[in-house]
């Protein structure tokens, strides 16, 4: 009998070890595998496989309504309030897909995606950098810098005053014509007023796109409904003419532009250097070097009632006013706005590729 108990307080303490032993084991399983958070997961992974698959479906829906010349409207207000009937949120919407604006195709977000709402969220790690595989057909020889981005389009920059030979010649009502700004002073610089002739003013400024690159001034004449003819206004005209600086545009941009507009500039600047002025030299912004030329034309009138003037950067560090008729030397760098769907990809320090 002794013994027969001294064998079941055996098996009773190696049964206890055993079972400790196998708790132990399904805590540190289940911990590690967190099938709670695995099935968040799984549901969020689902969710956005319906989400991208619907939204393929209504991207082919719309094309075929095209096809059939109906009007469905903007791409991507059709595809996402339609997504959002179905009861999808703006925000799960814009963390899976980007919609192309012309084409209508989907492009499936991921993490690693840089696209132009994460370079708008993170400006002191992109603004400035280089994209090194954006070839214009200018014959500029400039590179090209990331300048500025919304959650919808990311802006290039040219890293330096492109030469005169690269500048275009105006447009007048819709046609090229032979003229173009006189040549400076300097190997980069240029009498801008010559183009007057070619634009209306104001009225030639019709994209509403480039309107709002000069909110504040487009929202004055048209609370007032008027249109300027004020030579400043002309030649404003000329560096925002897409069809002028069309060369500068390749199958990966929007359109191109003469010369960053004020907002665009002042944009950038605050939301790389929020209340600092150690931007100040910064080459994204301003160009110390003076032999190529002094400074750059920004496609912005100034605001007072002088007709004469538009907005000039300088290598002095200056942001002000100037008549283009009396400064020879002042150069222009194009900005670019890429296409919606363009993607960013790391390919070093600094510098990335356009996908």
Known sequence: MISKKGISLIVL????AVIII???VVIVTVSNNRPI????DAKYMHNRAVLVENANVLSSEWKLEKRLHNDVGEVSKYIKDRLKEQG?????????IIIDDYSGDILE???NTIVARKVSENPNEYYGAYVTNYKENSGSGVGWRIFYSDERNIYLIADDYIPYDAIPYTTKDGIKTTNK?????TSAGIRISSVISDYKGSESITDTRLQNLNSEYFTALNEKGIQSTDSKMKIVAYLLDIQAWQEYATNKAEYAIGAPTSELFLKSYNEKYPNSQEGYSDSLYLIAEENKATGMWLASPDSSSDPRYIIKV???EHFHREDPGQTPSIGLRPVVCLKNIVRLEKQGENEYLIK
Do not use: C, N, Q
């Open 13 to 16: 303490i190696v049964t206890i």
């Open 22 to 24: 196998l708790t132990t």
């Open 37 to 40: 958070k695995s099935a968040k």
């Open 88 to 96: 999808f949120t703006e925000e799960e919407i814009d963390d899976s």
């Open 109 to 111: 977000l991921d993490e």
């Open 181 to 185: 700004p006189d040549r400076g002073s």
């Open 314 to 316: 300088d290598h002095r």
